[in-house]
């Protein structure tokens, strides 16, 4: 009923930029929080950027100042430009949006969705 899919990883060099996307569709009433979070083989999950329906930004240190995180509510689109990529950076990035659907018979939510994920490699 709900979909979140993600595009635009990829390999790039360091110090390259990517912009990453996903869209959200299905039966959606709203959506509250949408963000990224990544994960680096070996390591937990954690946050990259959220931003709130009213429009407050969280960053991870780590990317303060090289990623910005912008959101088309009118699409259910959240993006991520990334400049300066290092090789850190290097992970599979997940879309996630906190969001209330229609069932069909009823209203659920707000329910944590997350994307398929989307490989980036910041490799020379």
């Known amino acids: 009923q709900v979909q979140l899919v993600e595009s635009g990883g990829g390999l790039v060099q360091p110090g390259g930029s990517l912009r990453l996307s996903c869209a959200a569709s299905g039966s959606i009433s709203s959506i509250n929080t949408m963000g990224w979070y990544r994960q680096a083989p070996g390591k937990q999950r954690e946050l990259v950027a959220a931003?709130?329906?009213?429009?407050?930004?969280n960053y991870a240190d780590s990317v303060k100042g090289r990623f910005t995180i912008s959101r088309d509510n009118a699409k259910s689109t959240v993006y991520l430009q990334m400049n300066r990529l290092k090789p850190e950076d290097t992970a599979v990035y997940y879309c996630?949006?906190?969001?209330?659907?229609?069932?069909?018979?009823?209203?659920?939510?707000?329910?944590?969705?997350w994307g398929q994920g989307t490989q980036v490699t910041v490799s020379s």
């Open positions: 996630n949006a906190d969001l209330i659907y229609y069932t069909g018979s009823y209203y659920r939510g707000p329910v944590d969705y």
């Open positions: 931003v709130t329906s009213g429009g407050t930004i």
